[in-house]
T-cell receptor, first 112, second 114 residues
Framework: AQSVSQHNHHVILSEAASLELGCNYS??????LFWYVQYPGQHLQLLLK??????LVKGIKGFEAEFIKSKFSFNLRKPSVQWSDTAEYFC??????????FGQGTELSVKP | DAGVIQSPRHEVTEMGQEVTLRCKPI?????LFWYRQTMMRGLELLIY????????DSGMPEDRFSAKMPNASFSTLKIQPSEPRDSAVYFC????????????FGQGTRLTVV
């Protein structure tokens, strides 16, 4: 069955700290992976996506993610976070039938 | 394109009343998704459509919930009768017809059932 799991529910960092948010997926077929961000009071917006090819994917606002097939993981990273990165982050997978499901979300709080 | 449009943005209703949430997907998109977001459960997929046909409604919590897509440019999510535990933000999203494309989200409808 298709599923997505995010390891951390709430992460608190100081500005300039490095960020890594964990995501594991489960799906037997071809899977396409996404990271979305939701700023307070807003809708979800796409940060980056992976379909195939280079497992290191770069997205907007300095975010990147690495697809590791052997670990069924797609972790999100940023070398240096800013206060404006405070938001909730969602990992998602989309299977061959088009079904798009999300992990539980990780709330990131960045202290200035 | 104006993006995915949801209405109303906010809805406050009394328990037992019927509630209808509306969504207009991006033109040309043939997948439409309805999600519910709560603090306790996160972002849950309720139902999704492909070419106006419901593909998977296994996430619909119970018979009080129903969704329709009468044409490619309009979908509704109805709750009848509504209960306080239905209070949540409901998002609609649409995408094109290939799995390697992202979905675009509407602004959501914040539903409060008192």
């Amino acid at each position: 069955a298709q599923s997505v799991s995010q390891h951390n529910h709430h992460v608190i960092l100081s500005e300039a700290a490095s960020l890594e948010l964990g995501c594991n997926y489960s799906y037997g077929g071809t899977v396409n992976l996404f990271w979305y961000v939701q700023y307070p009071g807003q809708h979800l917006q796409l940060l980056l996506k992976y379909f195939s090819g280079d497992p290191l994917v770069k997205g907007i606002k300095g975010f990147e993610a690495e697809f590791i097939k052997s670990k069924f993981s797609f972790n999100l990273r940023k070398p240096s976070v800013q206060w404006s990165d405070t938001a909730e982050y969602f990992c998602a997978s989309r299977g061959e039938g088009g079904k798009l499901i999300f992990g539980q979300g990780t709330e990131l709080s960045v202290k200035p | 394109d104006a993006g995915v449009i949801q209405s109303p943005r906010h809805e406050v209703t009394e328990m037992g009343q019927e509630v209808t949430l509306r969504c207009k997907p991006i033109s040309g998109h043939d997948y439409l998704f309805w999600y519910r977001q709560t603090m306790m459960r996160g972002l849950e997929l309720l139902i999704y459509f492909n070419n106006n046909v419901p593909i998977d409604d296994s996430g619909m919590p119970e018979d009080r919930f129903s969704a329709k897509m009468p044409n490619a440019s309009f979908s509704t999510l109805k709750i009848q009768p509504s209960e306080p535990r239905d209070s949540a933000v409901y998002f609609c999203a649409s995408s094109t017809g290939t799995s390697n494309t992202e979905a675009f989200f509407g602004q959501g409808t914040r539903l409060t059932v008192v």
